[in-house]
Nanobody, 126 residues
């Protein structure tokens, strides 16, 4: 069993920054990757980024590349999503998730992730 506890979401003005946290507990050895997804009202859940626990591999969706940065602290079993230059279109519930799949084609898909956090609301005002 793996549990993912999220925090950090709040209301922020456009152009501001937030850092989301995803703390893992339980058996995490077989889950080598943490992904981030978001879902806005009326929209499908979309891929944001992923990072391996080693921190050696990261990948970002085009809408956030250059603004968002993933980092991993394996000693603390915690992954962070630093979000800068936030835009109103970034408003969504953000989820972290754990996967043991391999390959970009799998890791950008929600159904490749075995465990999910509870989500945290990020609201960006214009």
């Amino acid at each position: 069993q793996v549990q993912l506890a999220q925090s950090g979401g709040r209301l922020v003005q456009a152009g501001g920054s937030l850092r989301l946290s995803c703390a893992a507990s339980g058996r995490t050895f077989n889950s080598s990757t943490i992904g981030w997804f978001r879902q806005a009202p009326g929209k499908e859940r979309e891929f944001v980024a992923f990072i391996t626990w080693s921190g050696r591999n990261t990948y970002y969706a085009a809408p956030v590349e250059g603004r968002f940065t993933c980092s991993a602290d394996s000693a603390k079993n915690t992954v962070y999503l630093q979000m800068n230059s936030l835009k109103p279109e970034d408003t969504a519930v953000y989820y972290c998730a754990a996967s043991d799949y391999i390959g970009y084609a799998y890791l950008v898909r929600p159904d490749s992730y075995h465990y999910w956090g509870q989500g945290t609301q990020v609201t960006v005002s214009s």
